[in-house]
């Protein structure tokens, strides 16, 4: 596979419940980014997390990091029917003038 | 709060034809960055550029492609000559400390 894969590729719930991604990864990493894309719209950045950090909190967003597992999952707690999107693992291999690696994706739809 | 813009929005060449993409990154920021999405896949790098040179550059990046910052706040993507399968969403980003922001993208369509 890839570096930065996400699964599921697509996942729908019930508006209120939970979210959970996840996205894997190869090479090392400085950090690994989270991004929200509206249908054709551009891309949000939602949270960054440190290859020295586990976990991060925003909001209703938690995200795990494991390096030794090359994997992270993107939590979105209570989810609502905005939440509506794809979104992607972008991975950073350091810091300065790199490129970020982007997953495939997960499309999340939340059913009202 | 700062954001990454883009013009145009949309653009719709035909085949052969030079475009210009153009990007005001965040005014502080020194990395920047062209990406793209062709429609239902995944976004891919394109170049990177610091200090008013490539500094990186993906295979998707050939011949047909340059970039430019010609003056204090625009940064510019050209495609020389288009071809059907560059049809695509063209993000641009810059980056501060750690994070790329990006822009909302220019939809080429090319005929």
């Known amino acids: 596979s890839q570096q930065g894969e996400e699964d599921p590729q697509a996942l729908s719930i019930q508006e209120g419940e939970n979210a959970t991604m996840n996205c894997s990864y190869k090479?090392?990493?400085?950090?690994l980014q989270w991004y929200r894309q509206n249908s054709g719209r551009g891309l949000v950045h939602l949270i960054l997390i440190r290859s020295n950090e586990r976990e991060k909190h925003s909001g209703r967003l938690r995200v795990t990091l494991d390096t030794s597992k090359k994997s992270s999952s993107l939590l979105i707690t209570a989810s609502r029917a905005a939440d509506t999107a794809s979104y992607f693992c972008?991975?950073?291999?350091?810091?300065?003038?790199?490129?970020?690696?982007f997953g495939t994706g997960t499309r999340l739809t939340i059913i009202p | 709060e700062p954001e990454v813009t883009q013009t145009p929005s949309h653009q719709v060449t035909q085949m052969g034809q030079e475009v210009i993409l153009r990007c005001v990154p965040i005014?502080?920021?020194?990395?920047f960055y062209w990406y793209r999405q062709i429609l239902g896949q995944k976004v891919e790098f394109l170049v990177s550029f610091y200090n008013n040179e490539i500094s990186e550059k993906s295979e998707i990046f050939d011949d047909q492609f340059s970039v430019e910052r010609p003056d204090g706040s625009n940064f510019t993507l050209k495609i020389r000559s288009t071809k059907l399968e560059d049809s695509a969403m063209y993000f641009c980003a810059s980056q501060g400390e750690e994070t790329q922001y990006f822009g909302p993208g220019t939809r080429l369509l090319v005929l």
């Open positions: 090479t090392s990493i400085n950090n």
């Open positions: 005014s502080n920021h020194l990395y």
């Open positions: 972008a991975a950073l291999r350091r810091i300065g003038n790199e490129k970020l690696t």
